[in-house]
């Protein structure tokens, strides 16, 4: 920011006002998933439930080198959530992928041999897979689309379908988020 170029007022608001200048990554998914700071919310977070959230993730980005901005939002709900003061143990997630986000799930060679070049989401998923989320691809487009089990990036389940995941986490208490 041109801090020289803002009239004193509004530099002194910006300062003074207790609004976050940036966003942070962390702690849950370092390198992703950055959120902004809400000081004293009017709509009080309940600290103390249990966040149980699945999200249905169908599009990707038409670009072979874009980061899934829907992939990272799984990593800024976790991250957000415990910058609040959530306890991680209180944050259950899942990935459910399909359509055209079904190839973001793929290794980097895999993706390479497709696209020309690494996968951009590969370190994003893993980050994930790592911060306990379940990352699901659905099978009808793991076949549709030809990416068989052994294209994925390791720790990926393959479902029957997105439907059918979504059915059975829903079941077990999970909220559906559809990005």
Request: aromatic letters at 8%; hydrophobic letters at 40%.
């Amino acid at each position: 920011m041109n801090f020289h170029r803002l009239p004193l007022f509004l530099l002194v608001f910006v300062t003074f006002s207790g609004i976050s200048q940036e966003t942070k990554s962390g702690p849950i998914v370092e390198n992703y998933g950055a959120v902004w700071e809400i000081d004293n919310p009017d709509f009080k977070t309940d600290k103390s439930q249990e966040f149980k959230v699945v999200f249905d993730v169908k599009n990707g980005p038409e670009s072979d080198t874009e980061i899934n901005k829907n992939l990272n939002t799984v990593a800024r709900f976790l991250n957000m959530h415990a910058q609040s003061g959530i306890p991680a143990s209180q944050l259950k997630a899942a990935l459910i992928v399909h359509g055209t986000a079904a190839r973001n799930l793929l290794t980097d060679e895999a993706f390479r041999n497709r696209y020309k070049v690494d996968n951009p989401n590969r370190e994003l998923v893993e980050d994930l897979l790592e911060a306990g989320v379940e990352v699901i691809i659905c099978g009808q487009s793991s076949k549709t689309r030809g990416l068989p089990k052994e294209d994925l990036i390791p720790g990926v389940k393959i479902a029957l379908s997105a439907m059918t995941a979504n059915i059975q986490l829903q079941n077990q208490g999970y909220r559906q988020i559809k990005l």
